[in-house]
């Protein structure tokens, strides 16, 4: 049975840090794909980062330059360290993984085949 399990969301005044962590478990290797998404309330889910089993990272704009991802393709894990927090970056996270091979790195709900329950980051003014 796959399992992401998520950590490492909170509260913060604005111009604070967070590290979001993820951790995949029950895959028969590792995953092709890893990413985060968020929602706010009222808001579709938007892609905020993700990563390839090769290293390569893509950003949505509104975070580029503050947010940074990490993973262990060994371990499955990914994380997201984020920087100079915003008011407007407050949601829920999810952690999102892909574990077949041949998917191009996108920041696309449909490319992301299991998720975590989230968690919440709040940034407050």
């Known amino acids: 049975q796959v399992q992401l399990v998520e950590s490492g969301g909170g509260s913060v005044q604005s111009g604070g840090s967070l590290r979001l962590s993820c951790v995949v478990h029950g895959f028969n290797g590792s995953a092709e794909l890893m990413g985060w998404f968020r929602q706010a309330p009222g808001k579709e889910r938007e892609g905020v980062a993700a990563?390839?089993?090769?290293?390569?990272?893509i950003y949505t704009d509104s975070v580029k330059d503050r947010f940074t991802l990490s993973h262990d393709v060994a371990e499955n894990t990914v994380s997201l360290q984020m920087n100079n927090l915003k008011p407007e970056d407050t949601a829920t996270y999810y952690c999102?993984?892909?574990?077949?091979?041949?998917?191009?790195?996108?920041?696309?709900?449909?490319?992301?085949?299991?998720w975590g329950q989230g968690t919440q980051v709040t940034v407050s003014s």
């Open positions: 990563i390839d089993s090769g290293g390569r990272a």
């Open positions: 999102a993984a892909n574990p077949a091979r041949g998917w191009r790195l996108r920041l696309d709900i449909s490319a992301y085949f299991y």
